[in-house]
């Protein structure tokens, strides 16, 4: 096994001069982004892009406009600052609200998911009753992930509303808070950004009288294409950049010196078998070892691996495959080696020096992977195991380098692993598809006339129209539903035309999820004797199957799979889909994993399949499917797994 080494010099975040005295009595200085949020709150334009490697303390700046606000209090003052703090994975909403609540134990602290929604026991719109209640009175902050919004945004809880919901709309939501932050929004892709845009945009809308949100998007790997979207769109934007100095005085060490290893090769029992015995003296000294790989049934099988080679430790899998109500940070500080999949690049602190890595298929995993190991001034090794091709690149990048510092490390890395494209282009068309369907989710809302109608009259105001991307789709939409609704008001018993109906509702009701329509089951894992849901997807293709039982739950019925051992992939996978059109094609509601991989293109030729297969019968439905079926034709610009709808998914096991 080949591989060479290069030393990473110490990084250090410069502080600046203004300090914050903690509850615990301890005086610290200020970082430039924590300085000035605390001191320059009121004067950030509307949006500020912070770029900030990982261990600076970025989330710690976060609740100081609140602090302030709590410091100073404005007689009569109703608007109080209120932040609301916006994550992806439900485990970082957990570890930052553990850890605000133990920094800043005078704050009123509110994390909303969808467990602490269940603890609640409410259902349907009272779930959005009971958010908008948390958000309001002495609360500070809450902290929430990009689903319960999006659901909320496209009128997902509404749709159970059974009477007027008064001041439970979701622009309602958005006044309660000064400012809104983003964290780790380099996780998100072109679709979550465009969401994330039309929130901002009903702000814009439904918030013009007071319209004083600020909001914050904070990554330790910027997306550039993020700031020319908000300038583009004539918002101002501020960007605030982390100052990081190799200089020790007055700055705050983010790491310590890190040996890097490369080896050529992408197999981890190698590096494993080659690196036994430091990962003895790391345990035996008692510290932990960080393993990082790509996939969750490697996670798995070099769990196994690694309990037989080193009996006395306790290994964790940091996995999403966990129980709901498992203390994974309990977990963490009691494990000798950790084994984590790409949950390693959401901010979750391991507390370790030694790690060894695949690099992830991206430039960004690699960054934010990397950037869990030696933090603070800790001293730390990590070998990344890399294939062949990238690992003689980089060999040729670090010739002659024995030691670099942080940055240009960086900058040879990026050279060689390619970045995740962000095709900003396509922006514009998800915040016209999603503008269409919140005004759709208006019009068959109970009581809020009134509310369309000003939506309507904003959109005007607000120059929409004249976007021609994000009006293109609008359009589209609006065409394609009334396409629909003729065709229905024309031959109301049609077998095709209940079908096309029924087909364009599971297409909108897509929406409503902000990530892929995944299945997610309830599984009883007998190897790893642990009850948690998961995606049916990933057990299908890789766990053995026990059992399938049905479990009647009044209203519905869950299916619940127990399974065993890991096995090799089972490519043999059928998925049955209810968002591309079938209509006389029922070939059309199964698809392949190939075809899975090429979605705009299976969608298009789905849609053929439709049209040779009409061209017999009613002369005048056939014509005005053929129209229809052009029109929906343009949605492969944007179908993607997020437009996927999966109803369940087969293989060869799952029929016992």
């Known amino acids: 096994m080949d591989k060479f080494s290069v030393k990473i010099k110490p990084q250090f975040v410069a502080l600046t001069n203004e300090t914050e005295t903690f509850p615990n009595g301890k005086v610290c200085f200020l970082h430039e982004f924590q300085k000035r949020m605390k001191l320059d709150f009121?004067?950030?334009?509307?949006?500020?892009?912070?770029?900030?490697?990982?261990?600076?303390?970025?989330?710690?700046?976060?609740?100081?406009?609140?602090?302030?606000?709590?410091?100073?209090?404005?007689?009569?003052?109703?608007?109080?600052?209120?932040?609301?703090?916006?994550?992806?994975?439900?485990?970082?909403?957990?570890?930052?609200?553990e850890n605000f609540s133990k920094t800043y134990p005078f704050l009123n602290i509110k994390k909303i998911t969808g467990r602490t929604l269940d603890e609640f026991a409410v259902k349907g719109f009272?779930?959005?009753?009971?958010?908008?209640?948390?958000?309001?009175g002495d609360t500070d902050l809450v902290i929430t992930n990009p689903d319960i919004i999006n659901y909320a945004m496209h009128g997902g809880y509404h749709?159970?509303?059974?009477?007027?919901?008064?001041?439970?709309?979701?622009?309602?939501?958005?006044?309660?808070?000064?400012?809104?932050?983003?964290?780790?929004?380099?996780?998100?892709?072109?679709?979550?950004?465009?969401?994330?845009?039309?929130?901002?945009?009903?702000r814009d809308i439904f918030l013009q009288e007071n319209n004083k949100v600020k909001f914050f998007f904070v990554s330790a790997t910027p997306e550039k294409a993020l700031k020319d979207l908000l300038i583009n769109k004539g918002y101002q934007v501020e960007e605030i950049i982390e100052n990081i100095v190799d200089d020790a005085s007055h700055s705050r060490a983010i790491h310590g010196l890190i040996n890097v290893e490369f080896c050529s090769t992408l197999n981890q029992k190698?590096?494993?078998?080659?690196?036994?015995?430091?990962?003895?003296?790391?345990?035996?000294?008692?510290?932990?070892?960080?393993?990082?790989?790509?996939?969750?049934n490697e996670v798995q099988i070099l769990s196994d691996d690694l309990a037989n080679q080193f009996p006395r430790s306790i290994i964790y899998q940091s996995t999403g495959y966990?129980?709901?109500?498992?203390?994974?940070?309990?977990?963490?500080?009691?494990?000798?080696?950790?084994?984590?999949?790409?949950?390693?690049?959401?901010?979750?602190?391991?507390?370790?020096?030694?790690?060894?890595?695949?690099?992830?298929?991206?430039?960004?995993?690699?960054?934010?992977?990397?950037?869990?190991?030696?933090?603070?001034?800790?001293?730390?090794?990590?070998?990344?195991?890399?294939?062949?091709?990238?690992?003689?690149?980089?060999?040729?990048?670090?010739?002659?380098?024995?030691?670099?510092?942080?940055?240009?490390?960086?900058?040879?890395?990026?050279?060689?692993?390619?970045?995740?494209?962000?095709?900003?282009?396509?922006?514009?068309?998800?915040?016209?598809?999603?503008?269409?369907?919140i005004e759709r989710n208006l019009k068959n809302q109970?009581?809020?006339?009134?509310?369309?109608?000003?939506?309507?009259?904003?959109?005007?105001?607000?120059?929409?129209?004249?976007?021609?991307d994000a009006y293109s789709r609008y359009k589209l939409f609006s065409e394609i539903d009334e396409l629909i609704c003729s065709l229905n008001r024309a031959f109301p018993t049609g077998i095709s035309s209940k079908a096309w109906?029924?087909?364009?509702?599971?297409?909108?009701?897509?929406?409503?999820?902000?990530?892929?329509?995944?299945?997610?089951?309830?599984?009883?894992?007998?190897?790893?004797?642990?009850?948690?849901?998961?995606?049916?997807?990933?057990?299908?293709?890789?766990?053995?199957?026990?059992?399938?039982e049905e479990i009647d739950c009044k209203k519905y019925v869950i299916k619940?799979?127990?399974?065993?051992?890991?096995?090799?992939?089972?490519?043999?996978?059928?998925?049955?889909?209810?968002?591309?059109?079938?209509?006389?094609?029922?070939?059309?509601?199964?698809?392949?994993?190939?075809?899975?991989f090429d979605l705009p293109r299976t969608f298009e030729k789905s849609l053929s399949i439709i049209r040779n297969k009409n061209k017999s019968g009613v002369a005048e439905i056939n014509k005005s499917q053929v129209k229809l079926i052009d029109k929906v034709k343009s949605l492969s610009k944007t179908f993607d797994r997020k437009r996927l709808n999966i109803t369940e998914i087969y293989n060869n096991n799952n029929f016992l």
């Open 446 to 468: 109970r009581g809020a006339y009134n509310t369309l109608k000003y939506f309507k009259k904003r959109l005007n105001e607000e120059d929409f129209f004249k976007n021609a």
């Open 126 to 136: 009272d779930r959005w009753a009971k958010v908008i209640e948390l958000c309001k």
């Open 501 to 548: 109906a029924e087909w364009w509702n599971n297409y909108l009701d897509t929406f409503l999820s902000f990530r892929d329509n995944s299945i997610v089951v309830q599984i009883i894992d007998k190897q790893l004797n642990i009850e948690l849901s998961y995606s049916l997807e990933w057990i299908l293709q890789y766990k053995e199957i026990l059992d399938i």
């Open 322 to 437: 966990t129980p709901k109500t498992e203390n994974q940070q309990r977990r963490i500080k009691e494990a000798n080696i950790i084994i984590a999949t790409n949950k390693a690049e959401v901010g979750v602190n391991y507390n370790v020096e030694y790690c060894i890595m695949q690099p992830g298929k991206y430039y960004q995993n690699f960054v934010q992977r990397f950037g869990r190991v030696a933090r603070g001034a800790l001293e730390g090794k990590v070998v990344v195991s890399i294939d062949n091709v990238k690992y003689n690149s980089l060999k040729r990048a670090f010739n002659g380098c024995e030691e670099v510092d942080y940055y240009d490390f960086l900058e040879k890395i990026r050279f060689v692993i390619q970045s995740k494209k962000f095709y900003s282009e396509k922006v514009p068309y998800y915040v016209g598809e999603y503008v269409w369907c």
């Open 42 to 97: 009121e004067g950030f334009k509307e949006f500020t892009i912070v770029t900030a490697p990982t261990g600076t303390g970025k989330s710690y700046a976060f609740p100081f406009p609140v602090i302030n606000a709590k410091k100073n209090p404005k007689p009569f003052d109703e608007g109080r600052i209120r932040g609301l703090i916006v994550l992806p994975p439900n485990a970082l909403i957990d570890e930052l609200s």
């Open 159 to 202: 749709q159970n509303a059974w009477r007027n919901t008064g001041r439970n709309n979701f622009y309602n939501f958005l006044e309660y808070f000064g400012y809104i932050i983003f964290d780790e929004y380099h996780l998100y892709d072109e679709a979550q950004i465009a969401n994330i845009l039309t929130l901002i945009y009903l």
């Open 270 to 296: 190698i590096p494993i078998i080659e690196y036994k015995s430091e990962i003895k003296n790391i345990i035996d000294s008692g510290k932990r070892v960080l393993i990082v790989l790509d996939k969750l």
């Open 560 to 596: 619940r799979y127990t399974v065993g051992k890991l096995k090799e992939r089972d490519k043999d996978i059928q998925y049955v889909v209810n968002t591309i059109p079938s209509i006389g094609a029922k070939e059309n509601e199964l698809l392949s994993p190939k075809e899975i």
